[in-house]
């Protein structure tokens, strides 16, 4: 008894159409994570200096920091 193979056809137009809500998707997390950055830095920003001090970064820090989070100190 031979081996049936079975092959799954997919159409161009389909494969265009998964791209496309691919990228849709992509886009989607890209603009949520940058808003969510912004979202970090706006709040970072209404802290007082003192604030900042306290959890270990100055106020030209706060974008960097939001990015990359704190540079660990080591010991």
Partial sequence: ???????????PRQRL???????VREAKQAYVRW?????ACHYLSSLDDRMLRDIGISRS??????RNGRPSQQA
Avoid: D, K, P
Wanted: net charge positive; charged share 15%; no cysteine.
């Fill in 35 to 39: 808003y969510n950055r912004r979202a």
């Fill in 1 to 11: 008894m031979a081996a049936s193979r079975s092959t799954y056809f997919v159409s």
């Fill in 17 to 23: 159409v998964s791209r496309l809500w691919q990228a």
């Fill in 61 to 66: 820090q706060i974008e960097a920091a939001v």
